[in-house]
C-alpha cells in the first residue's frame, strides 16, 4: 500500500515561516518525481513546488519563487516544503504528490495528471 502523509500544517501569521513534510511507504519514491500542490476553498488546486532527484530539479510557481523551498531526504523518503514569508493569499490544503514512472520532462512536474499517488492535505492558515 502505497501512502503519502503529509505533517506540518498549522497557524501562522503573515510573515510567518511553516515548514511541510511528506512522509512516503510502500515505495521508495528516490527515482520519482514529488510535487506540492494546494488548493483554497473556491479556488482550483495549483502547482507549487515539484523536484526530480534524478534531473537534479526543482521547479516553482511563480507565486511562490524565493519564498518557498523544497527539497528531499531519500533516506528517510521524506520531501519538504520549506514556506517562508508566508502571505494570507497562501491558505490553502496543502497536497503532497509523487510520480510512479521516472520523468525527466518539465511539463510532468507543472501539473496535477501525471502524479499518481496522493496525500490526504494538510491545512495551512495564515493570518493577517
Known amino acids: 500500500q502505497v501512502q503519502l502523509v503529509e505533517s506540518g500544517g498549522g497557524l501562522v501569521q503573515a510573515g510567518g515561516s511553516v515548514r511541510l513534510s511528506c512522509a512516503a511507504s510502500?515505495?521508495?519514491?528516490?527515482?520519482?518525481?514529488m510535487g506540492w500542490f494546494r488548493q483554497a476553498p473556491g479556488n482550483e488546486r495549483e502547482f507549487v513546488a515539484a523536484?526530480?532527484?534524478?534531473?537534479?530539479?526543482?521547479y516553482y510557481a511563480d507565486s511562490v519563487k524565493g519564498r518557498f523551498t523544497i527539497s528531499g531526504d531519500n533516506a528517510k523518503n521524506t520531501v519538504f516544503l520549506q514556506m517562508n514569508n508566508l502571505r494570507p493569499e497562501d491558505t490553502a490544503v496543502y497536497y503532497c504528490?509523487?510520480?510512479?514512472?521516472?520523468?525527466?520532462?518539465?511539463?510532468?512536474?507543472?501539473?496535477?495528471?501525471?502524479?499518481?499517488?496522493w496525500g490526504q492535505g494538510t491545512q495551512v492558515t495564515v493570518s493577517s
Open positions: 523536484i526530480s532527484r534524478i534531473a537534479g530539479s526543482t
Open positions: 510502500g515505495r521508495t519514491f528516490s527515482n520519482y518525481g
Open positions: 504528490a509523487a510520480h510512479d514512472k521516472t520523468y525527466l520532462s518539465t511539463s510532468y512536474y507543472l501539473t496535477s495528471r501525471k502524479y499518481a499517488y
